[in-house]
């Protein structure tokens, strides 16, 4: 038998394990019964572990300690995904960025010191268009809008004229009598048709 020794050891020791020694003299250990315990590790002789279900994290509290400045509990939901709680009148979101989306429901929102920009345009466009019996478009040019657009048949028009999309046609377009007008809301210009049920008639738009 060797000689036993009782040896002092510091209170704090670093163990490094350059392999995975033999665990027992049986070979009922490992995969293949070898005797060896296979162990995953990285470059640098690190076990490796990969997680395979949720992982919850808490912290651990000790007798006597106080450690409620130290230790915060991570909140999961059912998953083990992390939760974050956004405090009242410290959440700070958005200040001077742009705020994409938010995934859930607001029930509340208070205005008081919010800063809301004028919902105006500083351009607009406009024209006048003479409308037969082909379609045609308010302006073949690109025209954005902020708002939409605004058109009005022109009153001394002897027929009626319909306003629609590029496929319009006088049994489904919007129609227009004389010195009757349409608004609506839609990016650009350009996708508005009209036509008329008669050759010589006008109308009159303005684009925001």
């Not at 450690?67 to 939901?77: E, Q």
């Not at 208070?110 to 082909?134: A, E, I, L, P, Y």
């Not at 377009?173 to 010589?200: N, P």
Request: one cysteine or more; glycine letters at 10%.
């Amino acid at each position: 038998m060797p000689e036993k020794k009782i040896v002092e050891m510091p209170a704090e020791v670093t163990v490094i394990v350059d392999k995975v020694s033999e665990v027992t003299q049986s070979k009922d250990y490992g995969y293949d019964g070898s005797g060896w315990v296979p162990k995953k590790v990285d470059s640098s002789g690190r076990t490796e572990v990969t997680q395979t279900s949720p992982l919850n994290l808490m912290g651990v509290t000790y007798s006597g300690l106080d450690d409620s400045s130290v230790i915060h509990l991570i909140k999961t939901d059912d998953s083990g995904r992390p939760r974050i709680v956004l405090e009242q009148d410290s959440i700070g979101l958005a200040k001077d960025t742009t705020l994409s989306s938010i995934d859930g429901k607001i029930t509340k929102c208070d205005t008081d010191n919010t800063t809301v920009s004028k919902r105006v345009s500083d351009s607009f466009s406009h024209g006048q268009v003479d409308v037969g019996t082909s379609a045609v478009q308010l302006t073949s040019s690109s025209t954005p809008c902020k708002f939409g657009v605004v058109i009005k048949a022109d009153d001394d028009n002897s027929g009626n004229v319909y306003i629609g999309g590029s496929g319009v046609t006088t049994s489904n377009g919007f129609r227009l009598k004389a010195g009757q007008g349409i608004s609506f809301e839609i990016d650009d210009a350009s996708k508005v048709y009209a036509i008329a049920d008669s050759t010589g008639q006008k109308v009159h738009w303005i684009a925001v």
